[in-house]
């Protein structure tokens, strides 16, 4: 097995543990102090530790420090895809130390010395949305949003612009996996009533008529779009707050699909409700979506948006694939109860099934087969803790915080230097195994662990953890609960016999006064009707104007007259 690591963060500071002894291991980047955030570098070389009073970038492999900066309320941090670069996030406040207009979105390079006091280059961005400046695979091209335009970089050279796109309003910018050519996708939120919309071009082909593949929506708070590997198809997630109609709680979310073909179709989905996830298969042309009211339904589309598999209704909101995408979990978390299922890919077959509560956190090991879930901060701030597993829902290790004071905020893989070989794809579970892995009904503490008997010899009507009514002394004693339960049923049974003994329906004889009685209370409230008609003729006859439902009043006079002469027969 390969030796892999993982680190946790929390009140404690940043630890680093070894897979599969789970035992900690020293590290150059270990501290005891709070570290405001961590971030890894895509291969798991460097990782970036701010610890509250500077920033720091270490070389993982090596043990080493790399760099470090001079920022010490960094919140937000991402590596540039080769890892050349370092982009930073601070809140954005203003002070005698920070003028008005000071960037907060820093990008640095890594090799740039020991130690660096001023950035490569910077920008404000107030948000935390889409605050990172985007590149290409082989960061040829670097894309960032501002308010009106998107401005383009080329070969990291941040001293001038190179292309820009231009509209009234930028909501989001793009930019599809993939080596050259390259693709970039916009989102123009809506304006004044107009439609907001997302269009896909070619780099440098940035004229409203030069787009690939447009689509257009109303009612969109905001957009996302998700590409698979190679950045060829597209998924837009076109959502809004607040459902008008009232039949979400969640707003409304809207799919759609895209490519560099020039596509663009809503996907559509066979029961109503919202979208909790969609995910595209990290090997093949495949994506999945849980959408619908609870029990939501998880269903696995090909790139013609046609279903191909239905994976069934259950409690899930979120998709998780392994790196090496021949396994994938259906789970639900957060506010549910922690359900879990794996399914093997090549032929959809269920491997296990089982339930991992207060789970706020799941990342999967780079070797596919085994995964890390955690109970975080501030989620649930009690009884924090991770446990690893493997795909059969067997608990390898847990570990919970030392005490309530103890909090953790994070848990994190260190990612492989590359794509590690698929791992083994486990037995499929039998529906034995998946019974016995069900939930079972709660025991209070003082029943478990062969400590029933103490509860059983004061309660003489329990055996063997059975209740047998009527088997102590005192059964035909009842208690005043029991004999006002009593007495309600004989009543109950009072009023049934009641009800039987009623007489016969009448006959039509007998019911004929009763319809003469009827046609004559129709007769009096249609003459009132033909009076409040004269009254309107006399008032016209005087030169007095209508109303149109008054004259369309009068225009029943002859109706109303037949209904009355039908009923004096």
């Keep these: 097995m390969v030796e892999q690591f993982f680190l946790t963060r929390g009140t404690a500071g940043l630890k680093k543990f070894s897979y599969p002894e789970c035992k900690e291991v020293p590290s150059v980047f270990d501290t005891p102090k709070r570290c405001s955030g961590i971030c890894m570098s895509n291969n798991?070389?460097?990782?970036?530790?701010?610890?509250?009073?500077?920033?720091?970038?270490?070389?993982?492999?090596?043990?080493?420090?790399?760099?470090?900066?001079?920022?010490?309320?960094?919140?937000?941090?991402?590596?540039?895809?080769k890892n050349t670069h370092i982009v930073t996030w601070r809140q954005y406040q203003v002070s005698e130390d920070c003028p008005e207009n000071t960037p907060n979105v820093e990008i640095w390079k890594l090799d740039a010395?020991?130690?660096?006091?001023?950035?490569?280059?910077?920008?404000?961005?107030?948000?935390?949305?889409?605050?990172?400046?985007?590149?290409?695979?082989?960061?040829?091209?670097?894309?960032?949003?501002?308010?009106a335009e998107v401005q383009f970089f080329v070969d990291n050279d941040f001293s001038k612009v190179s292309d820009r796109i231009k509209r009234d309003k930028v909501g989001g910018v793009f930019v599809a996996p993939g080596a050259d050519p390259y693709h970039v996708a916009l989102y123009v939120p809506s304006i004044k009533g107009a439609h907001a919309f997302v269009q896909l071009y070619l780099y440098g082909s940035f004229e409203k008529t030069a787009a690939i593949a447009h689509r257009s929506f109303m009612k969109v708070d905001s957009c996302?779009?998700?590409?698979?590997?190679?950045?060829?198809?597209?998924?837009?997630?076109?959502?809004?707050?607040?459902?008008?109609?009232?039949?979400?709680?969640?707003?409304?979310?809207?799919?759609?699909?895209?490519?560099?073909?020039?596509?663009?179709?809503?996907?559509?989905?066979?029961?109503?409700?919202?979208?909790?996830?969609?995910?595209?298969?990290?090997?093949?042309?495949?994506?999945?979506?849980?959408?619908?009211?609870?029990?939501?339904?998880?269903?696995?589309?090909?790139?013609?948006?046609?279903?191909?598999?239905?994976?069934?209704?259950?409690?899930?909101?979120?998709?998780?694939?392994?790196?090496?995408?021949?396994?994938v979990g259906l789970c639900g978390f957060g506010n549910l109860r922690g359900k879990i299922k794996f399914y093997e890919m090549e032929n959809k077959q269920l491997l296990s099934d089982f339930v991992a509560s207060d789970t706020t956190y799941f990342e999967w090991a780079p070797s596919g087969d085994a995964f890390i879930t955690g109970t975080l901060s501030p989620r649930l701030r009690q009884d924090n803790e991770?446990?690893?597993?493997?795909?059969?829902?067997?608990?390898?290790?847990?570990?919970r915080v030392e005490t309530d004071e103890t909090q953790l905020w994070q848990l994190k893989w260190v990612n492989s230097s590359s794509l590690l070989p698929p791992p083994t794809v486990p037995r499929p579970a039998t529906s034995k195994e998946i019974a016995a892995a069900k939930p079972q009904a709660y025991r209070p503490p003082s029943s478990r662990h062969g400590q029933a008997a103490a509860t059983r010899s004061l309660m003489p009507n329990v055996s063997d953890g059975v209740y047998k009514p009527g088997s102590d002394a005192n059964r035909n004693q009842l208690s005043k609960q029991a004999q006002k339960n009593q007495r309600k049923r004989e009543n109950r049974s009072k009023q049934n016999e009641e009800q039987q003994q009623k007489p016969a329906e009448p006959t039509m004889q007998e019911l004929q006064p009763t319809i003469v009685d009827e046609n004559q209370k129709k007769i009096k409230n249609l003459r009132k009707k033909l009076n409040q008609i004269?009254?309107?003729?006399?008032?016209?006859?005087?030169?007095?104007?209508?109303?149109?439902?008054?004259m369309d009043k009068i225009a029943t006079e002859n109706d109303l007259i037949a209904e009355i002469k039908r009923l004096e027969v």
Excluded at 52 to 67: L, R
Excluded at 254 to 261: C, D, K, P, V
Excluded at 386 to 399: A, C, E, Q
Excluded at 534 to 550: H, S, W
Aim: glycine share 8%.
């Design 224 to 327: 996302n779009i998700k590409f698979n590997r190679t950045g060829r198809y597209g998924i837009i997630l076109a959502s809004n707050d607040v459902d008008k109609s009232g039949s979400s709680y969640y707003g409304q979310t809207l799919l759609y699909f895209i490519s560099t073909r020039g596509e663009s179709n809503q996907i559509v989905l066979k029961k109503n409700g919202p979208v909790y996830s969609v995910e595209w298969s990290p090997r093949s042309d495949e994506f999945i979506v849980l959408y619908g009211f609870m029990p939501c339904r998880g269903t696995l589309f090909n790139v013609k948006c046609d279903p191909i598999h239905e994976f069934g209704e259950n409690h899930y909101n979120e998709i998780l694939f392994n790196p090496q995408g021949n396994m």
């Design 534 to 550: 004269e009254k309107l003729k006399e008032q016209v006859k005087q030169g007095k104007t209508l109303e149109k439902n008054q």
């Design 386 to 399: 991770f446990k690893l597993w493997n795909v059969s829902g067997k608990v390898l290790h847990h570990k």
């Design 44 to 81: 798991g070389q460097f990782i970036a530790v701010c610890n509250g009073s500077e920033t720091i970038v270490y070389d993982v492999p090596a043990d080493k420090v790399v760099t470090t900066l001079a920022r010490s309320r960094t919140m937000l941090m991402t590596f540039s895809p």
């Design 113 to 147: 010395g020991d130690e660096q006091d001023k950035p490569l280059y910077g920008f404000v961005k107030r948000g935390q949305t889409q605050w990172e400046p985007l590149w290409s695979e082989d960061e040829k091209i670097c894309a960032r949003a501002c308010n």
